[in-house]
Nanobody, 119 residues
């Protein structure tokens, strides 16, 4: 069984910062890409940022220059440093990981962590 455990969400004023963390645990062979998604009520989940094992990154246009994704492969952990937060960043943020188990690739999600930015 594989689990993604997120932490770091919360309430912050506009202009502030938060750092999200997501650690993968359980039985698996390796992790490919890890990333963060967000979902607003009534909308589809969308990519915020992702990083492959070779450190290639991808960001949503509205977070470029403000958010930074990083990974600690030894700890199977991905981070999202969120700076200069805006009220429109308020969302439920989900960690995602593509994980290899027994030579097959699976997609896993965390439980979600709420980020609320007040104006």
């Amino acid at each position: 069984q594989v689990q993604l455990v997120e932490s770091g969400g919360g309430l912050v004023q506009a202009g502030g910062s938060l750092r999200l963390s997501c650690a993968a645990s359980g039985s698996f062979d390796s992790i490919n890409a890890m990333g963060w998604y967000r979902q607003r009520p009534g909308k589809q989940r969308e990519l915020v940022a992702s990083m492959t094992t070779d450190a290639s990154t991808n960001y949503a246009d509205d977070v470029k220059g403000r958010f930074t994704i990083s990974r600690d492969n030894a700890r199977n952990t991905v981070y999202l440093q969120m700076n200069n937060l805006k009220p429109e960043d308020t969302d439920l943020y989900y960690c995602n990981a593509n994980i290899y188990r027994s030579y097959r690739r699976y997609n896993y999600w965390g439980q979600g962590t709420q980020v609320t930015v007040s104006s």
